[in-house]
């Protein structure tokens, strides 16, 4: 009923930027909280960045001056700009949304396929 599809993943060198865009599509009324996660390796997910419906940002210490996180309400859209990175930002990063679909009484986190970012050093 809601699909998350994201794009921009690829391979960089260490000291490069990349943007990852996430796009919601399908029965939305409304969506809540969206939000970045990654997986490195051998490694459990991890929260990277989440944003509010009214553009509150929140961080992990571990990519706080480096990523941005933003999105675009009118396209149903969340961003993730990466700068500066490093050999360990290497992951699977996934898109996240609470959405309140048409019919339901409550909202549902929704994720992405995931795309891979792989920085070499």
């Known amino acids: 009923q809601v699909q998350l599809v994201e794009s921009g993943g690829g391979l960089v060198q260490a000291g490069g930027s990349l943007r990852l865009s996430c796009a919601a599509s399908?029965?939305?009324?409304?969506?809540?909280?969206m939000a970045w996660y990654r997986q490195p390796p051998g490694k459990q997910r991890e929260l990277v960045a989440d944003?509010?419906?009214?553009?509150?940002?929140d961080y992990a210490w571990f990519v706080k001056g480096r990523f941005t996180i933003s999105r675009d309400n009118a396209k149903r859209t969340v961003y993730l700009q990466m700068n500066s990175l490093k050999a360990e930002d290497t992951a699977v990063y996934s898109c996240?949304?609470?959405?309140?679909?048409?019919?339901?009484?409550?909202?549902?986190?929704?994720w992405g396929q995931g795309t891979q970012v792989t920085v070499s050093s």
């Open positions: 399908g029965s939305i009324l409304s969506i809540n909280t």
């Open positions: 944003i509010t419906s009214g553009g509150s940002t």
């Open positions: 996240y949304a609470g959405v309140l679909v048409a019919g339901k009484s409550y909202s549902r986190p929704y």
